[in-house]
């Protein structure tokens, strides 16, 4: 792919904008001197540039996409109709166009920019700002196997890249895309349980961080399910299963599988009003 030719356009600084940068150039799939961005807000742009190195930050959206290889939309989904009619007649057939606005369809996106447009649409998770992030993509009408290629490159600098089908979206974003939310609530509570039992706040919550972080890594390290592994750590009697009866009893399983469909439905209907 020889990315490291390639020039990476953003049209938004944000954080989001900034980590996928950050991570491109730490990964040495993007020189510095290749990373262009433009943003509203100058804050923004600074806060791009101190962070992701030697960049220029364009002043107007269609510079950006004009000079782009590979053009990411970083704006508020609400802004994305704005910008890419903006920047539809700067956009070369040979751009790849991703999007990382959430509940923002590949239709609509092709219909601002046309039926030839290479468009990828990928749901990123803000862990991708520490480099562990859980990343979605589907691909648009005319993007290819090798615009797939590019993305997953690309996103795996910052974490996990999964591709799927674009009815799944709503599903990814309501798991990874919300989880973390949900994850921060686990570690809040568990530490809370160890500060009620005497664990002074700070170590309290590194080792509810730490465990979790730990029992994720041993989930994808070993390809064990989930289940297996706690029956591992489960002895007949012991601590551990009446932790697990006082979580089956107060529904903690079912609590989050109703936040992730919650979060999936609602994101099916802001994509619906767009």
């Known amino acids: 792919m020889e990315m490291a030719v390639r020039r990476v356009g953003f049209l938004g600084a944000g954080q989001m904008a900034t980590a996928l940068a950050r991570g491109f150039v730490?990964?040495?799939?993007?020189?510095?001197?290749?990373?262009?961005?433009?943003?509203?807000?100058?804050?923004?742009?600074?806060?791009?540039?101190?962070?992701?190195?030697?960049?220029?930050?364009?002043?107007?959206?269609?510079?950006?996409?004009?000079?782009?290889?590979?053009?990411?939309?970083?704006?508020?989904?609400?802004?994305?109709?704005?910008?890419?009619?903006?920047?539809?007649?700067?956009?070369?057939?040979?751009?790849?166009?991703?999007?990382?606005?959430?509940?923002?369809?590949?239709?609509?996106?092709?219909?601002?920019?046309?039926?030839?447009?290479?468009?990828?649409?990928?749901?990123?998770?803000?862990?991708?700002?520490?480099?562990?992030?859980?990343?979605?993509?589907?691909?648009?009408?005319?993007?290819?196997?090798?615009?797939?290629?590019?993305?997953?490159?690309?996103?795996?600098?910052?974490?996990?890249?999964?591709?799927?089908?674009?009815?799944?979206?709503?599903?990814?974003?309501?798991?990874?895309?919300?989880?973390?939310?949900?994850v921060y609530m686990m570690i809040e509570a568990l530490s809370d349980g160890g500060v009620h039992q005497g664990l002074p706040r700070p170590v309290a919550t590194k080792l509810a961080a730490q465990t979790l972080l730990g029992a994720a890594e041993m989930v994808l390290t070993t390809g064990e399910h989930p289940g297996t592994l706690k029956d591992k750590v489960t002895s007949p009697g012991g601590t551990t299963i009446a932790g697990v009866r006082a979580i089956e009893r107060l529904g903690l399983r079912n609590a989050l599988i109703s936040a992730v469909i919650a979060a999936s439905e609602r994101s099916a209907e802001l994509g619906a009003r767009k």
Do not use: W
């Open 26 to 182: 730490q990964a040495g799939l993007v020189a510095e001197k290749d990373i262009i961005a433009s943003d509203i807000s100058e804050e923004a742009g600074v806060r791009f540039r101190d962070a992701v190195g030697a960049i220029v930050v364009e002043e107007t959206n269609t510079a950006v996409a004009q000079r782009a290889d590979v053009l990411f939309v970083a704006v508020k989904p609400p802004h994305v109709p704005g910008v890419l009619d903006e920047v539809a007649s700067a956009v070369s057939p040979d751009t790849l166009i991703v999007s990382i606005a959430a509940g923002v369809r590949l239709e609509t996106m092709e219909g601002l920019l046309g039926s030839r447009a290479r468009v990828i649409r990928v749901m990123p998770n803000t862990p991708c700002l520490v480099g562990k992030g859980a990343c979605a993509y589907c691909l648009g009408v005319a993007a290819s196997e090798k615009d797939a290629a590019v993305v997953e490159s690309l996103l795996g600098a910052v974490g996990t890249v999964c591709r799927v089908e674009e009815k799944l979206m709503d599903a990814v974003t309501g798991l990874s895309g919300s989880g973390p939310a949900f």
